[in-house]
């Protein structure tokens, strides 16, 4: 569909471009047309949203005009937002996000969430914890606990180098580059030592099940940053092979889980020898369903008021047992 009947070529003010914007968006049915059309404009006019709400009549420069007809045409071919845009909020931070890595999703957030409430329940936030990701994609799971834990040190893995060098423009934007390292390679094969707390979000989609995935999802995040395998759980089945080895004693590893397989990683993890709490092994989302696991090496337990905190902000946990 072109644009030219819906945003005038000439004197288009913010007013103007977010009325035609935000109709070709809702005709098409984006589901946010509205906020799609606002950022969108921002985007390409260069302003911030206070200047955008101040200065509805502000005209948009020729060359503004004809970036913002490029991103609308991006979006009405699916292409998310935060693509467009070159980058996503993620717990209050903005990441830098291209076609190499996984566009970071609010659901990630409850292992942050999480994380931030063990650390705190145990009185850690001011500690040198060492920290690792595996598979940090543009690191936002890394990076985001570096800026909210002031001496923590964090690694952040994965095979995608391209996705490492993004991870590592992401760490000097948020100014905590001098705390983050990134290494290459395959899990948990590039590490050494030992570290506090391993996280991961992991590719945990079915190989059969991808093509069916939403547009959005499916034709922008990476094949990688997807497949789990023919069960979706192969990444898992490697991360607990490999992960207590890299566990001090007491160290803890946190796991976001897709839809139904909370059961069965807690099984791999028990299974690699790792302790599972039964009162503090998983966390739900937002939305109700199963999103964070965690394991521990050695005989210290998750503390009780993690479980607490848990059922005042992200749901009840429970352990299979
Ligand atoms: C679901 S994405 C998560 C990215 C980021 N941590 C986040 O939460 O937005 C999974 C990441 O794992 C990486 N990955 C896939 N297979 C890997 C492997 N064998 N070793 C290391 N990283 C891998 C992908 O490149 C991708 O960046």
């Known amino acids: 569909m072109g644009l030219s009947h819906a945003l005038p070529q000439t004197a288009l003010t913010l007013r103007g471009a977010f009325a035609g914007a935000a109709a070709m968006l809702r005709q098409a ?16 006019a260069g302003v911030s949203h206070e200047s955008y709400v101040a200065r509805p009549d502000w005209e948009l420069a020729p060359d503004a005009a004809a970036q913002l007809r490029r991103c609308i045409e991006r979006r009405l071919d699916g292409e998310p937002v935060s693509r467009i845009l070159g980058q996503r909020e993620f717990w209050g931070r903005a990441f830098l996000v291209d076609r190499h890595t996984l566009d970071p999703r609010p659901d990630t957030e409850t292992l942050i969430e999480v994380a931030l409430g ?11 914890l060492r920290l690792l ?3 940090t994609g543009t690191g936002c799971i890394l990076l985001t606990l570096l800026a909210e834990l002031p001496n923590a040190t964090g690694v952040g893995t994965d095979r995608s180098v391209p996705a490492l060098a993004l991870a590592s423009a992401n760490a000097r934007r948020l100014g905590v580059d001098d705390r983050a390292a990134f290494l290459a390679g395959d899990w948990l094969e590039p590490v050494s030592g030992s570290f506090d707390l391993i996280l991961a979000n992991p590719p945990y989609v079915a190989t059969g099940e991808i093509g069916r995935l939403p547009r959005e999802v499916g034709a922008y995040d990476p094949w990688g940053a997807l497949d789990g395998g023919t069960d979706g759980l192969d990444a898992y089945r490697r991360i607990a092979g490999g992960v207590r080895r890299a566990l001090r004693p007491g160290g803890a590893i946190l796991l976001e889980v897709g839809a139904e397989q909370a059961d069965r990683v807690l099984s791999l993890l028990r299974e690699a020898g790792l302790a599972i709490d039964g009162k503090a092994c998983m966390w739900r989302d937002l939305g109700g369903r199963p999103r964070v696991v965690a394991a521990r090496e050695g005989a210290a337990c998750l503390p009780a008021q993690m479980v607490a905190s848990q059922k005042k ?4 946990s429970r352990c299979s047992g």
């Open 29 to 44: 049915g984006v589901p946010t047309p509205e906020l799609d059309a606002r950022l969108l404009i921002c985007h390409a």
């Open 118 to 128: 063990l650390v705190a329940s145990q009185g850690l936030r001011e500690q040198p």
């Open 133 to 135: 990701d595996l598979g």
């Open 313 to 316: 902000g992200l749901g009840k």
